[in-house]
């Protein structure tokens, strides 16, 4: 078996993959593990130092199950393999500093009892993602109205070259009075298709939010 790592980043909601005989059998993406109500944040494919726990688990969502079985039975393990990114090898590389981590954060590795996270929350690019996670991409309510007719013809014209999706027919009749409501609709639809963080980059002139008028998924 073999399971691999992507962790969430601005660029990619990241991924956790895993095979068996170099066959994919589950693939878990970072967008689909999102808020599920106010009170369940958008979770993350983590990029913290953890340990290795390898236990037997049997569960027919990764495939079937013998009914052949025999328990108690022994779990044995011939070898354990573990590969890095050539431009980070080591415990402690220079992209990923370990050591300064768990230094920084020695409540969480120490304290079994911790039941809240009592650092920083982690953010994308100055993007900072609060307490109740947001789900959808709109227009920053703080933008000037006219910093957000450049990024809005952009996005049209990205939606429209790569997607097929034309934004003066698809914009809803009641979103196009205000330049806040088509910056909804174009930048919420922009990022359903890329489903990256970085796809509500827009300068500014986009933020993440809970819902927004005239967000479309």
Request: with cysteine; charged share 15%; aromatic share 16%.
């Given at each position: ?8 980043s ?24 999102g ?24 569960s027919?969502?990764f ?6 079985l ?15 990114p050539h ?18 954060h ?8 911790l039941?809240?996270?009592?650092y ?14 947001p ?83």
């Amino acid at each position: 078996t073999q399971s691999t790592w992507e962790p969430t980043s601005s660029s990619s909601w990241g991924w956790i993959r895993w095979f068996v005989d170099e066959t994919t059998t589950f693939e878990l993406p970072g967008y689909g593990v999102g808020p599920q109500s106010r009170y369940v944040n958008q979770r993350l494919i983590p990029s913290e130092p953890m340990y290795i726990i390898m236990n037997l688990a049997l569960s027919s969502s990764f495939g079937p199950v013998s009914r052949d079985l025999q328990f108690p039975a022994e779990f044995l393990i011939d070898y354990v393999r573990v590969y890095q990114p050539h431009e980070a090898v080591g415990c402690n590389p220079r992209s990923h500093p370990t050591a300064e981590y768990f230094q920084a954060h020695q409540q969480a590795y120490n304290d079994a009892s911790l039941r809240q996270w009592p650092y920083q929350k982690p953010s994308f690019e100055g993007q900072g993602y609060p307490r109740k996670q947001p789900y959808v991409c709109a227009s920053n309510p703080d933008a000037n109205p006219n910093d957000l007719l450049s990024p809005t013809k952009q996005a049209c014209a990205e939606l429209q070259n790569n997607y097929n999706w034309n934004c003066y027919q698809e914009v809803p009749a009641q979103c196009q009075q205000d330049p806040y409501n088509i910056a909804n609709a174009v930048f919420s639809k922009y990022f359903s298709f890329k489903k990256v963080p970085s796809a509500c980059d827009w300068g500014g002139a986009a933020a993440f939010s809970w819902s927004s008028p005239c967000t479309l998924r």
